[in-house]
């Protein structure tokens, strides 16, 4: 399974940017998905995440700012960020909870990460 994040970049405090992260490979299921982050310096924390069922859950810090949002038939999770602050600035890693097949039989239920994008809020 590989998760490939994307939409990062650089963006003056008060903008926008949407992060978009796609799951390949052999998927049975997906159950939540979330984005994270991690600044320099610090721990990697919760941004957002939501079940498959589209539940969604947010850090105090981005709720009424960022939106959280799901394609299911394309294993695809998306981060809306409205108004954005210096504070935002991070790494963003999205995560999955994927189930897969196995060859010789049964499921495989893993926690799996995109290789991280750059989200900088500077004027």
């Known amino acids: 399974v590989q998760l490939q994040a994307s939409g990062g970049g650089l963006v003056q405090p008060g903008g926008s940017l949407r992060l978009s992260c796609a799951a390949s490979g052999s998927i049975v299921s997906i159950a939540t998905m979330g984005w994270y982050r991690q600044a320099p310096g610090k721990q990697r924390d919760l941004v957002a995440s939501i079940t498959n069922g589209g539940s969604t859950n947010y850090a105090d810090s981005v709720k009424g700012r960022f939106t959280i949002s799901r394609d299911n038939a394309k294993n695809t999770v998306y981060l809306q960020m409205n108004s954005l602050k210096p504070e935002d600035t991070a790494v963003y890693y999205c995560?999955?909870?994927?189930?897969?097949?196995?060859?010789?039989?049964?499921?495989?239920?893993?926690?799996?990460w995109g290789q991280g994008t750059l989200v900088t809020v500077s004027s």
């Open positions: 995560n999955a909870i994927v189930t897969t097949a196995q060859a010789m039989g049964g499921m495989y239920v893993g926690s799996y």
